[in-house]
């Protein structure tokens, strides 16, 4: 989607003395996804910034992380709040690009003088590149020390909204942010938002009550909320109920069915065809939240894409045994050989696990997500899948009747997502589609829909004998 900066700041005057491409890092980018007003999300911002040092936003990409800080600072703004947003990249990942990107925001939003005193200004003869620069470099303490000195004196609070803090890398732009941190003025709040746990002193402010976190489960969509974001596609109520069920309430996906499902041409829009895995959903993710990872993390991705549950032990023997293809392979991940630190990362940087309550220290993939980890796997490395399904469990013949010898509930070829899982059951014990629904809370058209991908995958005819299979492969005693 295309970005342009939106204007945002309380000082007109200061809108044309920053050059275009500094002055679009110091804008929230504005895209075609439309804003819709969040109260139950605002409301708990406010708050957080009344009363805390530094709000923390983490959560997986395409949560809606950006829009909602978006449309919480033009309701500030609107009220007469001075907010200051910086948009980081990979280029201002260096404390002397960083410090000054934190000065132009605050300048944009009309909370420092346009120029700069002398004895504040960075100067040196012949400056270094910006990546051997540290924080602890006192040339760039003047400038810094002058923001926070002008902020001081401010009668009003002012708001500073750091998104995608995950670019930042170099341990010496994080110490800048932590004595940016440590030395904001009471007048100062600080809104950071990324995709994962910043590296700075985090529990300390948590203890110390001066952090505090927003989660990334509420970000999820609500019904009511979709429906709104949902309206120029003109889905009906089932539908929209349908895609937050399928979605998980992930923004991104429902505004791409948004656009997918839009009719065209007289063509009434094919719900089942977006519910199988549509290539927006499936390229996004793949662009977004894959590719941008490490090729160990990759790799480890891929090879847990089959498992239904991803827990510590199964991790582990995935690592052990490398790549099926090549027994040279290294047999750790990231030097840690235990499953248990593979999981920890996939949660730090939230891609998209889920904990499951009932197993603790396990988790699972969020569905769409597993959907498009499955299909790279296939496209990407088509060598591993039959090593990786002899390592989770062989696949047994179709049969009504129990095999003498049972698989695990892993051996499906596209194992059942969380939710099917959970319908597979309440069929056991002869649920109707109607009662499923009422005890999910979820319409009656996404029971059906889940029921004909359970026939799908279990291949079975009817519920007399997706349950006898389902039982024969362990995925219900």
């Known amino acids: ?81 001075t907010v200051a947003w910086v948009s980081l990249a990979p280029l201002l990942d260096a404390p002397l690009t960083f410090v000054g990107m934190i000065l132009a925001a605050l300048r944009h939003a009309g909370a420092l003088p346009a120029d700069v005193p002398e004895w504040a200004q960075y100067r040196r003869p012949a400056p270094p590149p910006a990546s051997l620069l540290r924080a602890s470099d006192p040339s760039l303490l003047p400038p810094l020390a002058w923001a926070l000195n002008c902020v001081a004196e401010r009668a009003a609070p002012l708001t500073l909204i750091i998104d995608g803090y995950q670019l930042i890398a170099d341990p010496a732009t994080h110490e800048v942010m932590g004595l940016l941190i440590a030395h904001a003025p009471p007048q100062l709040r600080l809104v950071i938002a990324g995709r994962a746990e910043p590296a700075l ?56 069915a948004g656009l997918a499902l839009r009719p065209a041409a007289g063509r009434a829009p094919e719900l089942d065809e977006f519910l199988a895995g549509h290539p927006f959903v499936l390229d996004y993710l793949r662009d977004e939240a894959l590719d941008h990872q490490p090729p160990q993390l990759q790799a480890f991705l891929l090879k847990s894409a089959l498992l239904p549950e991803l827990c510590p032990g199964r991790c582990e023997e995935l690592l052990a045994d490398g790549d099926p293809s090549r027994p040279d392979e290294p047999r750790s991940y990231g030097g840690h050989p235990s499953g ?38 296939a496209r990407r490395f088509p060598h591993w899948v039959e090593p ?27 194992p059942l997502s969380g939710r099917e899982r959970e319908i597979l059951d309440l069929m056991e014990i002869g649920c109707s589609n109607r009662d499923i ?33 389902a039982r024969s492969l362990q995925i219900i005693a």
């Open 437 to 469: 629904a009422a005890r999910l809370s979820i319409v009656e058209g996404t029971v059906k829909t889940h029921v004909k991908h359970i026939f799908g995958k279990l291949g079975a005819r009817n519920r007399t004998e997706a349950v006898a299979i």
């Open 201 to 256: 002193p985090v529990a300390r402010l948590r203890a110390n009550g001066s952090l505090t976190d927003i989660p990334a489960e509420a970000l999820r969509w609500t019904l009511a909320e979709a429906e709104q974001l949902l309206a120029p596609a003109g889905l009906g109520q089932r539908q929209v109920a349908a895609l937050v069920d399928y979605t998980e309430g992930w923004a991104a996906g429902l505004y791409l």
């Open 388 to 414: 990786l399904r002899r390592c989770i469990g062989e696949p047994q013949p179709r049969s009504i009747a129990p095999p003498a010898r049972r698989a695990p509930a892993t051996a499906l070829i596209e």
């Open 1 to 81: 989607m295309s970005t342009h900066p939106t204007a945002l700041t309380n000082a007109p005057h200061t809108r044309n003395t920053l050059p275009p491409l500094i002055r679009q890092h110091v804008s929230p980018p504005q895209g075609a996804t439309p804003v819709v007003r969040r109260p139950r999300l605002l409301r708990p911002l406010d708050q957080a910034a009344g009363r805390h040092r530094v709000t923390l936003l983490i959560a997986p990409a395409g949560a809606g992380k950006t829009t909602l800080l978006r449309s919480w600072a033009e309701g500030r703004i609107a009220e007469g709040a």
């Open 340 to 377: 248990q630190a593979a999981l920890a990362a996939l949660a730090h940087r939230s891609l998209f696990v889920t904990p499951i309550s009932r197993r603790p220290g396990c988790y699972r993939y969020h569905p769409i997500f597993a959907h498009m980890l499955r299909e790279e796997l």
